[in-house]
């Protein structure tokens, strides 16, 4: 058997995390959240066919009450140019939700957040798991004995890692 193993992702630059999703709200209208439901796979297999369009890895399931995706790209540039192209499968997907949304209002909600992560300002640890999240979207290495969230955030001083969290101020 071999032994536990920690790793952490590795990554060069800034990179995205983009989560996308719906909240079905009513689930009885079928024609308002399918076609959405259907819509996000076909762009998922489009990215992932040619990585010059920035998605590192998209990961989909079930979040906030429907269907979701995280996704990681290699710049907001690519996000942002994907999202507006017409020769892509989104621009014509979001068209269609909106008629939907019209047409049957409030039956599915979407979000998504977006967050620019700048190099070196994020840490990973995963222990035993296999390569998801941000480790299977680079390239992963294990982790010494003793390494610490500080150290791989580039804190000088270990004492981040046991100093206690303040609550947040109201």
Not at 11 to 31: A, C, K, L, S
Not at 143 to 150: E, M, V, Y
Request: glycine residues 10%; positive net charge.
């Amino acid at each position: 058997m071999s032994p536990y193993v920690r790793r952490s992702a590795e990554i060069e630059g800034d990179f995205v995390v983009f989560v996308i999703g719906t909240h079905i709200n009513r689930w009885r209208d079928v024609r308002a959240w399918l076609p959405v439901a259907r819509a996000m796979p076909r762009m998922i297999r489009e990215l992932e066919a040619d990585p010059s369009l920035g998605l590192l890895k998209a990961y989909g399931g079930w979040l906030f009450g429907g269907p979701a995706y995280i996704q990681y790209w290699r710049s907001y540039e690519q996000l942002t140019a994907y999202a507006r192209s017409g020769d892509a499968e989104h621009l014509p997907a979001w068209r269609a939700f909106n008629r939907a949304a019209r047409r049957y209002p409030d039956s599915v909600g979407i979000f998504h957040e977006t967050y620019r992560v700048s190099a070196g300002q994020w840490e990973t640890i995963y222990g035993a798991m296999p390569e998801i999240g941000l480790l299977g979207a680079s390239r992963g290495a294990d982790l010494r004995r003793g390494s610490t969230s500080a150290s791989r955030m580039g804190t000088l001083s270990e004492s981040a890692d046991i100093a206690p969290v303040a609550a947040p101020v109201p």
